[in-house]
Structure formats: structure tokens, C-alpha cells
């Protein structure tokens, strides 16, 4: 450090360094997602009551144990052995017991299919349990988002990896986000090579029920080029009939010349 005025020069701070017996993580911001998990969803209840075990680890702790390496940037079930040590892991999330490698691969593997609709159910839980503001285009319509978004997996040998309309190997989930603060409330895994249009119709089905729960204001579907079908205009008609009392939806959906 030197003076502006002159080039003498400042005397240097010194610091002292000394060792502490405080536990020091990386990932203290999975206390909050600990507090959204047991607080503000019914996840880990509803995956105990409805999903048959007879013995082992349970479900609740399986899947916040991987919730956890999601949150964290880890999807292989291997990461799981480098936190099972710790103890601020584990009382964060509310897990008992922390499953090993092992056992999480094959409770995800064996059970992947029962517990998928109830995760997909605890986005809807979450945003109503905590009056998550929804905010509406100027124009008085909630924005309702709907699009693909290629993922590159290059180099990766995964099931379902493949060719993306980007040009790049990976897989290309299609998500739907509601309001302008862009929350995520619907999810499907894709291959990479699927066309964005194939499957679009039930998505949107599942995904206007859900903003349906959300949301009471008018609605605004937008959807890309690539989604440019009468079947989905009819999914948005289908569910603006009266007797079936939702939410009203409109929509933009660019044109598509092919």
C-alpha cells in the first residue's frame, strides 16, 4: 500500500493465524433446503406412507441424502460416501441415516418410478405452502413457459444420451415455469435425439393442472416454433372448457413455415 501523495509507503497489518476446533462446510446453504424439504413439503411423508419397505434405510432418508448432492452439483450416486461423515449433512437435510453407494443406487433404481410423482408433487406443495408471490405480465396474464432445454453430456456414456438439436451429446428435458419469476413446477427427462414436439401434449396437460393449483389469475401459454401443433392448441382448449372450472389459459405459439 502506498500514500496518493507521496510514494512512502504504509505499514502492513499483520495477521495472526491460529487454529480453530469450528467445523468449517462448504454447502451451509442445504440448511435452508433442509428447512423447505421438512417444513414447507410433504415429501419425505408421503414417500414413508406410500411407498412400501419392508426394511432398511428409509425412503424419506434416501431421497433427501440425494436431494442433498443434487443441491450441491453431484448426481452420481458415488458422491454420496464423501458425505456420509458428516454430521452438518445429515442434521441439515433431517436425515437418521445417510445410505451408502450402494444402497441409494438400488433403492433409486428399484423405486425410481413410485417416488417420481411424488417429487413432481412437492413443487406444487412448495410453492402454495409459502404464498410464493406470482407475478403477471403488465398486461394482467401470468406467463405460463414452456420449452426445451438441450443439456451437454459429451464424453458421458449415460442411458438416453444422444444428439441434440444444439449439436451436442446430451439430453434435452423439456420444463415448464410459471410467472415472471420463472418457477420450475414441471420436468421431463428426454433423450437428446427426441423432437421437442413428441410428448408435448401430455406435458402441457400436466403442466396447466399445476399452475391451475398455483395460480387463479389469467394465464399465458408461449411456446416455441418447434411446438407449432394443433394438438397442443387443442390440450389448451380441452382445458379452458367451462364445465371443467380452471383457470382461463391463452396462448402465443410461434409460427413454424414447416
Known amino acids: 500500500m502506498y500514500c496518493k501523495s507521496s510514494p512512502c509507503r504504509l505499514a502492513v497489518r499483520r495477521f495472526i493465524i491460529e487454529q480453530s476446533d469450528a467445523e468449517i462446510v462448504s454447502h451451509s446453504g442445504l440448511a435452508l433446503i433442509g428447512q423447505a424439504l421438512n417444513n414447507h413439503s410433504g415429501l419425505g411423508e408421503s414417500a414413508d406412507k406410500k411407498v412400501p419397505l419392508l426394511h432398511g434405510i428409509s ?85 405460463l413457459d414452456a420449452e426445451v432445454t438441450p443439456m451437454d453430456n459429451s464424453r458421458t456414456k449415460k442411458q438416453g444420451v444422444s444428439r441434440t438439436y444444439k449439436g451436442t451429446d446430451g439430453y434435452a428435458p423439456m420444463m415448464g415455469y410459471i410467472g415472471a419469476e420463472g418457477y420450475c413446477v414441471a420436468v421431463e427427462l428426454r433423450e437428446g435425439k427426441q423432437h421437442c414436439q413428441k410428448g408435448t401434449p401430455d406435458f402441457l396437460k400436466r403442466f396447466l393442472a399445476k399452475a391451475n393449483e398455483i395460480n387463479n389469475k389469467p394465464m399465458l401459454l408461449r411456446l416455441d416454433g418447434g411446438n407449432d401443433a394443433l394438438a397442443n392448441v387443442d390440450v389448451v382448449l380441452e382445458h379452458n372448457e367451462p364445465e371443467r372450472g380452471n383457470t382461463g389459459v391463452d396462448f402465443i405459439i410461434k409460427w413454424n413455415p414447416r
Do not use: W
Not at 452438518?88 to 433403492?107: K, N, V
Not at 408433487?121 to 403488465?138: D, G, I, Q, W, Y
Open 59 to 143: 425412503h424419506s432418508d434416501v431421497l433427501f441424502s440425494y436431494l442433498g448432492l443434487l443441491c450441491i452439483g453431484k448426481s452420481d450416486c458415488d458422491a454420496i460416501e464423501n458425505v456420509r461423515a458428516d454430521n452438518f449433512y445429515a442434521s441439515a437435510l433431517g436425515i437418521d441415516t445417510i445410505p451408502s453407494a450402494a444402497t441409494l443406487r438400488q433403492r433409486m433404481d428399484a423405486r425410481a418410478n413410485e417416488f417420481l410423482p411424488l417429487v413432481d408433487r412437492s413443487c406444487v406443495e412448495f410453492l402454495k405452502n409459502v404464498s410464493a408471490k406470482v407475478t403477471a405480465l403488465p398486461m394482467g396474464h401470468v406467463p
